[in-house]
Structure formats: C-alpha cells, structure tokens
C-alpha cells in the first residue's frame, strides 16, 4: 500500500544481550511492564536514541493538564494493544506521532510477496464473508494454512513465530482495517487526522494539538493511489469526474476526500474528524473550562423549557461537542428529530429520529435529499424538539417557520457574533424576515482561544438572548448573558437580575408569578450547586450517566 513510516531516528540492528546495560533498564516500572507484554514495544525501546532525548515516560492515561508539560516525550496505550510514542523534536518545532506496530519491528518485506501469492487460494472464501468480523475469521485461517512457524514445510511460507504475529496483524490491517490509518482511528486521544497533500500525515491531538505523524507520502502519485484505495474502502470511488467525497467511516468519524492535482495544486488531499464513542458531557465541558456550573444551570432552564437556541462559532470551535453535551438537559420524555447532512450528532433520548441527508442521484439509486426536504418532513413527525446539524441555506427558513409554530429548535451555525449571526441569516441564501430573528431566544458563541500557559482552549465566549427587532430603525436588541473574560480566564454573568429569558419567560414557565420574578435567580443559583455537587462530590462525567440522574431527578421534581 502506498505510504511509507519515516521514523525521526535510523533503525539501528539490535544486538542488545539484554542484560545489565540494556535500555529497557533505564525505563519505569510501568514502561518496563508494558514493555514485557508487547514484544513490539520492548524492541522498540531499543531503537529509541535515549542518550539524546531522554527516557520516555510511561501514561496509562493521559490527561488535559499534560499539555503543559515542559518536553513531550511519552508513550501510552491506545486499543487492540497498540502503543504510541510522543517522540519530541530536537529543534522545538512539531512532535512526532509514532504508532508503535509489530510491522515496524519485524520487517515483512521478503515475506509479503509469498503470502500474497498463497492467499489467492482463499480469495473466494474471505470475499463471501458478509461482516469485516467474518472476513477477518476467514483472512487469519487462510494465513494459518499457508504458513509455518516451526521450521520448512513444502508449499508453506516459513517465518518466525514474531514475523506470524506481524503478518497477521498487518494483513487484517491492509486488507479489512482501514491500512496505515489504523491505529490513529484507534487512538481516543485524536481529533483530527489530514493529509494536505505530498509529504507528512497531521494530527489534531486533543492533548498535545498539532502532531506531525510518521507517515509520508513521497510522490503525487503515492498519494493518489491511496486515496483511491480509501475512496473504494469506503464505498464512495473518487474519480477525475467525481473528485470530492465526503463520508461517514464505520466508526462514525466523518471523511472529507479530494482527488488530484487539478483540484488540489499540492496534490490529493483527505482530512478525517474522528468523534468519540460516548460524547462529552456538561460536566467535563466544566472540567475543561469550557464553561462554568451557572452557564450550565441557564442552558439547562433554556432547553427545560422549550427555547430555541443558535451555537455560534468558527470551524473547530467546538460547536457540536456543545451541542451533544448540553442535549442531556432536554426532558427524557421528549421526542427528538435531528437533521444533518453527516451523522455527528449524538443524543442519549430513546425517543430519537436520526435522520441524514442522501446526495445525488449519480452516487445512489434514489433521488437527492436535501437538509430542506428532511426538515419539512419533520414538521409531519411531531416533534418537541429539532436539532439540525448545521444551517447553511434555504433550510434556515424552514426552521425559523418550525420555530413559529411552537417546535423547539437547536442548531449550530457559522458565525463569530450575534450581529455577523443576524447579518447572515436575514441575507442570502437563507433570508429570513427580520421580524422573524426574534424568535430565536438564545445565541452562545464559541471560538478556540489562546490562554496564557496553557495554549489554545475552547471557550463559550458569550450566551446572549434575543430581546426583540425595531422596525422603525431596523435595529436588533440582545443581552448579553454571559460572557467570558479574558484577562482571568472565567465567566462574568452581566445578565444577573437583568435576564429577560430568565424573568419574562422561564420564570413564567416554572409557574413563577410576575411579582416574584426575580425568584429565579436563586433557582438558578441552587441548580448550578446541584451540577457542581453531581460533579464534584459523585464525580459524574460520563455522558450518560449524566443524562440518566438528571432525567431521574426530573421525574422527582428536583430540578
């Protein structure tokens, strides 16, 4: 397969006794440990230069706080028993990613052409297979017929019981796991995996950010044939006719493709958005910073009762990680239709229509189905909430006439402010009626920051409330909520005892009378040291673990 693992070190041969002076020795306990149970990983460690860049630390599991360690130089578990080096650069420009794989240790390269040649016995075999699991059954038979561990046998291929392992895993890899990518779609810890064009693989790491990996592609041409194979992997060829692909991976990590020079001058380029299994929840949201307990309470009143809300941000600001996480605060009772052109929404509600858009009629055999039709459509379903994955176009319109017939809807959408918000909806493509913009009760707007000491982060930078339009000077007025503060790195609250959502509205939802308005005040106040004792003294973050106590302290009226 075309690509090739350009390690930032030659590959030295071991002559290693393994005694006293071995390097393993210089190595923790934990290293020496995991070391012992991944052969591929203790071989490695002697091809490691630790004389020039240190002992490499071992993690189990990484945290968020590790990215302000001074020198990243760390290896730790990803899945299926693989191991990754955080290898630094001696010049203080990118880190390097290394997946440590058994191929990489044991060189394949006279073993590879035999074994292919055998394997065409069982091509019709494993080609029956329905299921990757049952074509990796049949794959890992065929490879046990074919070779021998133990010494020549006629008409198998001879090799190590190492070069077995390696063979086996590299084969299952290669010909049903998605070949070089492997072991980054496995590692929980990658956001981001892309490919500009000829030279390095890129990696958006969640903890150490721009990593460059060890892959390369050396010529146009290596690059297009791996992109091509990607293109057919997925089921979705790109052609000269059909150069741009865009796709969901069975992982549900979303695939953009782009093929040749003539529309990539740097040549064929892919990028890869990995999610999570389990999203993240409000709670780490708050570990991470992102926002705080008395945001989080008023999103909550906000979704409770049915209001329509806008994220706002910039490409990776972290807008639908916000949107998953706040979805838990929705009533478990509430039937939920969500709308997007690829599935990345996620939402813990048994009651969930999950509904995608399909594309032209040259890529399926139906007719195109657009984010406008599937929006319509759910007007029919009954609905008491939407969720549309992105506004872009017509379909804003459709969502705003949603909003005037009482459904509750959420989306994300591309803008930096309210006023570039309101600039692009009442503009073209989408062109609502200024009179219409009102409707939408709640804007929060997202960006990627830079903190002092700790680099980029993600900030809710403000959650504002749509008051009203003036037709007489065309003018829009809004609140400003909540809004983040820089200098300090925390959340002042400019909407205390002057939140027209909270007094003219939510209060009136919970029952509250117009002379006590200001009641909910100290309702919010008590529900954020609800979320702050959930988090803090249960420790509860995961997503829906979350969405379970909260949707059982509703049922009881605590909240």
């Known amino acids: 397969m075309a690509g090739k693992t350009v390690l930032p070190f030659a590959r030295p041969a071991i002559t290693c006794d393994h005694g006293p002076r071995c390097p393993v020795n210089s190595c923790s306990k934990a290293l020496k440990e995991a070391a012992a ?24 599991k990484l945290s968020r706080d590790m990215a302000s360690l001074e020198r990243h130089n760390l290896i730790y578990p990803i899945k299926e028993g693989l191991y990754v080096h955080i290898y630094p650069d001696p010049r203080g420009e990118r880190d390097r990613y290394i997946p440590i794989e058994p191929h990489l240790i044991n060189d394949l390269g006279a073993i590879i052409s035999p074994m292919e040649t055998k394997l065409l016995e069982f091509v019709e075999k494993i080609g029956a297979a329905e299921t990757p699991e049952e074509k990796q059954k049949e794959l890992l038979a065929a490879i046990d017929k074919s070779v021998s561990s133990t010494g020549p046998v006629p008409g198998k291929v001879a090799m190590t019981p190492r070069e077995l392992d390696a063979l086996r895993y590299f084969l299952v890899r290669d010909k049903i796991g998605f070949g070089l990518l492997a ?40 690059l297009d044939e791996f992109v091509i194979w990607m293109g057919e992997w997925i089921k979705r060829p790109v052609t000269v006719r059909n150069p741009i692909v865009d796709a969901v991976l069975p992982d549900g990590s979303r695939i953009n493709i782009v093929y040749g020079v003539d529309v990539s001058k740097r040549g064929s380029n892919f990028t890869i958005r990995k999610f999570s299994d389990v999203p993240v929840s409000i709670t780490e949201l708050i570990e991470f910073g992102t926002m705080d307990y008395l945001m989080a309470a008023y999103l909550s009143f906000v979704l409770e009762e049915g209001m329509n809300m806008f994220v706002c941000g910039a490409t990776a600001s972290g807008k639908t990680t916000t949107m998953n996480a706040i979805t838990t605060f929705i009533r478990s009772d509430k039937k939920i ?90 503009g073209d493509p989408i062109n609502i009626p200024k009179s219409y913009v009102d409707i939408l009760d709640v804007v929060l707007i997202q960006a990627a920051v830079k903190i002092a000491g700790r680099g980029m982060a993600r900030r809710v930078t403000s959650i504002n409330e749509i008051v009203g339009y003036d037709p007489s000077s065309e003018s829009f007025s809004f609140i400003e909520t909540f809004k983040w503060n820089p200098a300090t790195d925390t959340f002042d609250f400019p909407g205390f005892m002057n939140s027209y959502l909270l007094e003219e509205k939510i209060a009136l939802k ?36 979350v969405f379970a106590v909260l949707a059982e302290a509703q049922r009881q009226g605590l909240l």
């Open 37 to 60: 149970s991944y052969p591929s990983l203790f071989d490695y460690l002697h091809w490691v230069p630790m004389d020039e860049i240190g002992v490499p630390e071992f993690y189990p």
């Open 183 to 222: 072991p980054f779609l496995l590692d929980v810890y990658i956001e981001d995996i892309s490919c500009s064009g000829v030279g390095f693989i890129f990696i958006e790491h969640k903890i150490f950010k721009s990593i460059q990996a060890v892959i390369n592609f050396e010529t146009e041409e290596e």
């Open 337 to 426: 239709v969500s709308i997007e052109d690829t599935p990345e929404l996620q939402v813990p509600h048994k009651n969930w229509i999950r509904e995608t858009t399909r594309g032209s009629a040259k890529e399926h055999t139906g007719a195109e189905v657009g984010m406008f039709d599937l929006l319509k459509a759910a007007l029919r379903q009954r609905p008491d909430r939407i969720i549309v994955g992105e506004i872009r176009g017509e379909e804003g319109a459709i969502a705003f006439q949603a909003m005037q017939t009482g459904h509750g809807v959420m989306s994300t959408f591309h803008a930096a402010s309210v006023e570039k918000l309101i600039q692009r909806l009442t």
């Open 510 to 545: 919970r029952g509250i009378p117009p002379f006590k308005k200001k009641v909910i005040y100290t309702e919010l106040k008590r529900r954020a040291k609800i979320l702050q004792r959930l988090h803090v003294e249960r420790k509860l973050k995961n997503f829906y673990d």
